[in-house]
């Protein structure tokens, strides 16, 4: 069953508000079985709706538009409505008390506006409006079905988990839809795309796979479409299986894993706390953890020592050891990492100093050089890495691979 | 000058991704004078793509595509493309070249596919990505402009601001625009739309003005429309005075300023040092204040101290104030600040200790409470204030108010 979406809205168009309504919708859609296969983002005018929903109902079997319903002068959709389905308006009894009781609650005078909020294409099903007073409208024409939505994101949550999509399974016949995110870090894309090209090849025909990457992370997305859900998961868990096998050194979690969540588990699970020794990363590791509601139960703290007085002073790095190796190096990795680890009395601690750019580099140590070290119970380990000239780039891969790096070895 | 926007993504249409690079666009289109008039949100596949394509072309003056350049094989974009406009993938050797220098920066080696994302469609003319591996492709047929741009975020807004818009300006007469934003904090955009009104009902016909609120700074935008740029930028300016008259006390900036790039500016003039000392901002002020480039020169370094313990051993917090006012306390707050202060000998310091929720609010001390402290040559003072529910909302409000709060003193 497709639909296709239709969102109006001027604002919309000068990019002063992001469309989340379009991915709530499609997401909220998708795990009710339904297959949202475009997204038309036009103005608030009539010509465009009207030609918008011709070529979105040419290739849907429903169409759901949002916004242009509110009180104000430029909200055209309801006419463009009933021209559309050579319709009038006419007022709708249930609505306007609706609309009477809103204003009576929050105690504010109505208008005329606000009574025309009541008016509704005769030829229309409507769909009543719990949480705002504009309501939504069904409409059915040659086995089709159109809905108008108010724009509202919470108005529009509410009808769409109330109305819409119960009405939808009731009038469509609807396949199941399963996915599952595989999280990889430490492989790109093509390499990732190179050693797992002949499992990828031999998926079944329902299965598809998707490549999603981001500062380091490749999230695998596969999607099970068919009949029955059991089967999907159970199919799907099957080929997870095949990929573990293939790449399973580089996955570090699934769905909505992320590396500061899985270690943070980790460390619950094995009771063991965390520092943080930050130069390069600039604090992102110490922010990375701590966006993990109850990260202080092992996560104790960090210094983010980002002159090389604040990496003698407050960790402890040997001033013979910034003289003779630099501040980008092995031996001031593993003593920033030891100095954490001892500062805050913790069983592990991570480490980074390098280059984040756009300036600071040499010859020997390019931008995008970041020396990054582990310290756990059995002893202190530190490796270079080099990534590339963008700066807010580097501090994201380098903070991941300092996260990825201690799951690995806590794993 | 119309313009159409296709976003080729899967997972923009299962809601996985929101669609940010349809408002980004839009929003720098606009800023150059040109209007977005609709975009097309579809899936990778080729009769899509050329659905969307014909039907683009017929309402613009130009299309600008993103997305399914990849190097994996869910990409068909280009294939799609030379079908559509009649031509073949020929191999475009500064694009190779591109591609064989980022992969030696990397140290990876090459694969196949990732030389085929050298292939071009004959009849366009490239446009070099420096930012990734996945050229830019702009056509011309009939008047018309079509332009094929990665779905990397950062790749495209390099190729938009270096090559698609300057070309576009070129080929299309596009009427002037100018635009200023005036930057606040600490006044929520209803009580600063309320202060502002008599002066935003008499902006001149050619002004725009529009509030885009975030993380509790509400940028005021002002969009001159006319034919002479000269003249745009004085009526703008002369607004802007009379703005300043009205709520000067809340602007800390202009255009592309944030907070951490002001106060960095004036610890810069005058010579002066910053440390951190954060316990519920978890190292999000380091991590603003180090994105600035150049920061190291005054920003010495900082303490996330989350346990208490790492407040006591790091900043030298008294175990009696912990005991006796607790963590989240004025008198914390100071200690904190005079111990970063003091440890990594600066000349100011700023310290964050709260609940950032969701959990560990009190009756006494409800989530969102945060006491913020700053420490300059003359003493050190604290100010409690009362944020939200949202954890990662607490913790921006938080440090930009810290950084505000510094900025002022400085001033």
Redesign the interface.
């Known amino acids: 069953m497709k639909i296709n979406l239709i969102n109006i809205g001027d604002e919309?168009?000068?990019?002063?508000?992001?469309?989340?309504n379009?991915?709530?919708?499609?997401?909220?859609l998708?795990e009710n079985g339904m297959?949202?296969?475009?997204?038309?983002?036009?103005?608030d005018n009539a010509d465009?709706i009207k030609?918008?929903l011709q070529?979105a109902m040419s290739?849907a079997d429903a169409v759901i538009i949002t916004g242009g319903l509110g009180p104000t002068k430029d909200d055209i959709t309801k006419h463009t409505l009933c021209q559309f389905f050579s319709s009038q308006l006419v007022l709708h009894e249930p609505s306007l008390d609706n609309v009477r009781s809103i204003f009576k609650k929050r105690n504010f005078p109505m208008t005329p506006l606000n009574e025309a909020q009541a008016l509704v294409p005769e030829c229309c099903r409507v769909l009543l409006n719990k949480w705002g007073t504009a309501p939504g409208m069904w409409f059915e024409t040659d086995g089709k079905v159109v809905v108008s939505l108010p724009g509202v994101p919470f108005e529009m949550q509410g009808l769409m988990r109330e109305e819409v999509v119960p009405l939808l399974l009731k009038k469509f016949a609807v396949e199941s839809i399963y996915?599952k995110n595989v999280l990889t870090f430490g492989i790109?894309?093509?390499?990732l795309?190179?050693k797992i090209e002949q499992w990828?090849l031999a998926l079944p025909e329902n299965i598809?796979?998707?490549?999603?990457?981001k500062d380091g992370v490749v999230r695998l997305?596969l999607?099970a479409f068919g009949s029955d859900s059991v089967k999907l998961q159970q199919q799907v868990a099957c080929e997870v299986e095949k990929l573990r096998a293939l790449v399973g050194e580089y996955i570090f979690g699934y769905d909505d894993d992320t590396l500061e969540s899985v270690v943070g588990k980790l460390l619950s699970e094995q009771g063991m706390t965390l520092?943080?020794a930050?130069s390069c990363t600039?604090?992102?590791?110490?922010?990375l953890?701590?966006?993990v509601?109850?990260?202080?139960a092992y996560?104790?703290?960090?210094?983010?020592?980002?002159?090389n007085?604040?990496k003698e002073?407050?960790l402890g790095v040997k001033h013979a050891t910034l003289e003779q190796h630099g501040a980008v190096s092995r031996q001031t990795a593993e003593e920033m990492a030891l100095g954490a680890k001892r500062?805050?009395?913790t069983d592990c601690a991570i480490a980074t100093t390098g280059i984040?750019?756009?300036?600071g580099g040499t010859e020997d140590k390019p931008v995008?050089t970041v020396w990054i070290a582990v310290a756990t119970p059995s002893g202190v380990e530190a490796q270079c890495f080099?990534?590339?000239d963008?700066?807010?780039?580097n501090?994201m891969r380098a903070s991941y691979q300092a996260l990825r790096w201690l799951q690995v070895k806590l794993g």
């Open positions: 919309l168009l000068i990019g002063q508000v992001v469309n989340t379009a991915s709530w919708m499609s997401a909220y998708n297959r949202v296969c475009r997204v038309f983002t036009i103005a465009e030609n918008a070529q290739t996915h790109g894309e093509s390499f795309s190179d990828e598809r796979l998707a490549y999603l990457p997305r999607s520092a943080t930050e600039g604090g992102t590791i110490a922010q953890l701590t966006s509601s109850g990260a202080s996560y104790m703290g960090g210094v983010v020592a980002y002159a007085e604040a002073q407050l500062r805050f009395a984040a750019g756009p300036t995008g080099s990534f590339g963008d700066r807010s780039k501090v």
